[in-house]
């Protein structure tokens, strides 16, 4: 079937298009870091199957400027430990619902160099 | 609950415990996994077909650098299906995650195989040049089912975030060497491996001399591209598709004559050759004569045996060298004879530089590579270099021809990965 879920079908209509709440404030910005993966896990969380896992706390105080400049330094920002306009912005960018697993993995760690293309060319359409 | 589930095994990079579904501490350990887009997962946006394809693209891309390939299931049990792809809204295909409507969170992926879009997003196909790439999200979000995480360096299909990119988008040299940490690298016998020569005209007329790598499997074959340490993107193609007029699969050799005044390609297979016009790009159907090919290799080369192994045209003594079993048969192109002291068995034309290191016999493919300047023997998942003059300056004791130690064939020819055969045509 068609999957649906209101008694009434009415969720099989046409939705007008839903746009995602922006992040725009410290709260929005707490519950973004925690979902992405930004904030420590809870003690005793131990292994869980990802859908069963309750959301990590929500960064504050020392901690929230801490993870905030962790993630500013991966997305290329000025790493004040601040939430300014630019680190908002970065959080509204469309991106994978996966959580960031390893945010202090930047472009300069161990991972193999990448070998250029000729003159720094885009590759070929195959 | 899913049965693929008992064929997961650990990676080679444990985690802590309770890391989220981005890790990699999981890998499949089958060779051919099953996908579906869900029926009740269509997006609106774009015809299914082209869902679909996008979708047998995605994971070709992946297959084509991994030694997994990615068939489409549409027929089996939905319980058995390895990854099920959907679109979906808000609360969508039962999953516990709710999408967050246009903007942000675009897609996601659970570990055990299932990939969701969120139809609110404006989803478009390779060749367009708005909205979201439905080629770049599936490709990262089969890189978390796969097993790799996020990663912010530059280039890389992993980063969290979308980033705009023109239509000839793929996985880089970092991306193919994370994946293959999980997976390991493709590995696998050739039937044979070539450099083609062609003479090209730049716009003054002037004629420079350029070759081209290809490596054989069964019904399919990739270009090399030196320069990049890859094959060409969307290799593997079928031989009919870029040979016309030669076997389509399991060619034996192939072998070019180029001497002043010679410039002649054949192609072997069986008992029974073929001469390849480079110039129409298609295989010769008669002789100066006009006796037809595909001609008798015992007619063409008198005292060459039948099946080859392999074989190799050396232009500095000017002499075919064609093997089987362990003999090795020199073939002199302008008396068209063998020469007289060969048959002879293949450790003493080409010894072992070291003891027990010889393939002996049987070869795959004997390959000249004018990227590297040398004669190679391939036999299995392993080649063996033959010593030119400066490997010889460098250790004196080598012996002419001598045969180097073996080396895996993925560690100097990388990504040279089959695909599907179902995803052959994609």
Known sequence: ETLFHSRDRSDLAPWPLRRAAPIADLLAAQRFLSKYGWAEAPAGAGARAPHAAPPPARPAGATLAETLRKFQKVNALPASGKLDAATLAAMNRPRCGVPDTRPLRQATSAAPQTRPTPLGRRPRAR | PKRFLQTLRPGPDPQPKGSPQGGGTWAFAKKTLTWRLVVEGYSSQLPVDEQRYIFHLAFRMWSEVMPLDFREDLAGPAAAVDIKLGFGRGRHLGCPRVFDGSGQEFAHAWRLGDIHFDDDEHFTPPTSDRGISLLKVAVHEIGHVLGLPHTYRTGSVMQPNYLPQGPAFELDWS????????????????????????????????????????????????????????????????????????????????????????????????????????????????????????????????????????????????????????????????????????????????????????????????????????????????????????????????????????????????????????????
């Open chain 2, 175 to 426: 991306d193919r060497k994370a994946v293959q940490k999980l997976y390991g690298s493709c590995e696998g016998a050739f039937d044979t491996a070539f450099d083609w020569v062609r003479r090209e005209d730049n716009h003054r007329g002037a004629g420079a001399l350029r070759f081209s790598t290809y490596f054989f499997r069964n019904s399919w074959y990739w270009l090399y591209e030196n320069r990049n340490n890859r094959t060409r993107y969307g290799d593997p193609i079928r031989i009919v598709a870029g040979w016309k007029g030669i076997p389509a699969q399991n060619i034996d050799a192939v072998v070019h004559v180029w001497t002043w005044r010679r410039d002649e390609r054949y192609f072997f297979k069986g008992n029974q050759y073929w001469r390849y016009d480079s110039d129409k790009d298609q295989a010769h159907t008669e002789d100066e004569q006009g006796k037809s090919y595909p001609k008798l290799i015992s007619d063409g080369f008198p005292g060459i045996p039948s099946p080859l192994d392999t074989a190799f045209y050396d232009r500095r003594k000017q002499l075919i060298y064609f093997f089987k079993g362990s003999l090795v048969f020199a073939f002199d192109v302008h008396r068209n004879r063998v020469l007289g002291s060969y048959p002879k068995k293949m450790v003493d034309v080409f010894p072992a530089a070291e003891p027990q290191s010889h393939p002996v016999g049987h070869l795959d493919a004997a390959y000249y590579s004018y990227a590297h300047r040398s004669v190679f023997f391939f036999k299995g998942r392993r080649y063996w270099k033959v010593a030119r003059e400066e490997d010889r300056r460098r250790r004196p004791g080598l012996p002419a021809d001598g045969v180097l130690p073996p080396r895996p064939i993925s560690g100097t020819w990388f990504d040279v990965c089959d695909v599907h055969t179902s995803a052959l045509s994609v």
